[in-house]
């Protein structure tokens, strides 16, 4: 059984397209991420969730826009599509914030591609 | 945020083990130590976490200093499968923010 699910696994668009990227967790957390890995492979931490409410947005465009139908989803969807926005994109979730509990599980990413 | 220092690679052959260095001297009393890693083109995963004493699990150990200015991650006998980038991380205490801050971490490369 699949702990983290992201889904699309790849994507191509094209510049000023508005896509989503879908997350789903089955691990009974609480607490849902966002990271974006660019391509020096730098891992930075975009939005995280908890009990369906945003807890941090890290200096994140507005065009990006997390959504949280439920604690076991996180859905992230990005408006105006730009070249830089091309990444992969990795979903994750932990029990409640901070201390021991924190270990975070993550997906297998999206790798978005904008042309 | 306490940061953490790595180096940037790190090599080792087969079945021997490997202790992957991390500094943290600004570390604060509450801090966590948290080691993932990343194999290619996979998620990161957890492999580890500690506070002040040395912890032991199935995948590896990590062995604190007793300043806390510094840890080791010991993998006890790499394989193949091991090849991977190791991050070490420090976490808030439980009523802080929830921040996983990822530096370069170490490239691990294991030699058959």
């Known amino acids: 059984d699949t702990a983290v699910s992201q889904t699309p696994k790849y994507l191509v668009t094209q510049m000023g397209n508005d896509k989503s990227i879908k997350c789903e967790q089955n691990l009974g957390h609480d607490t849902m991420y966002w990271y974006k890995q660019d391509s020096k492979k730098f891992l930075k931490i975009m939005f995280s969730?908890?009990?369906?409410?945003?807890?941090i947005n890290e200096t994140v465009p507005n065009r990006f826009s997390p959504k949280s139908p439920d604690k076991a989803h996180l859905n992230l969807h990005i408006n105006s599509l730009e070249l830089g926005d091309s990444a992969v994109y990795f979903c994750?979730?932990?029990?409640?914030?901070?201390?021991?509990?924190?270990?975070?599980?993550f997906g297998p990413g999206t790798r978005l591609t904008v042309l | 945020d306490a940061k953490t220092t790595q180096p940037n690679s790190m090599e080792s052959n087969e079945e021997e083990p490997v202790h992957l260095p991390c500094n943290h001297s600004t570390i604060s009393g509450t801090d966590y130590i948290h080691w993932y890693r990343q194999l290619p083109s996979q998620g990161p995963e957890y492999v580890i976490h500690g506070l002040t004493s040395n912890v032991n699990n199935r995948m590896a150990s990590l062995a604190i200093a007793e300043d806390r200015k510094s840890s080791t991650l010991i993998l006890h006998r790499a394989t193949l499968r091991d090849a991977a980038v190791y991050y070490c991380?420090?976490?808030?205490?439980?009523?802080?923010?929830?921040?996983?801050?990822f530096g370069t971490g170490t490239r691990l490369t294991v030699i058959p």
């Open positions: 994750a979730s932990s029990f409640l914030a901070g201390g021991p509990r924190n270990t975070q599980y």
């Open positions: 969730y908890n009990n369906k409410e945003l807890i």
């Open positions: 991380i420090l976490t808030p205490p439980p009523t802080g923010a929830n921040n996983l801050f």
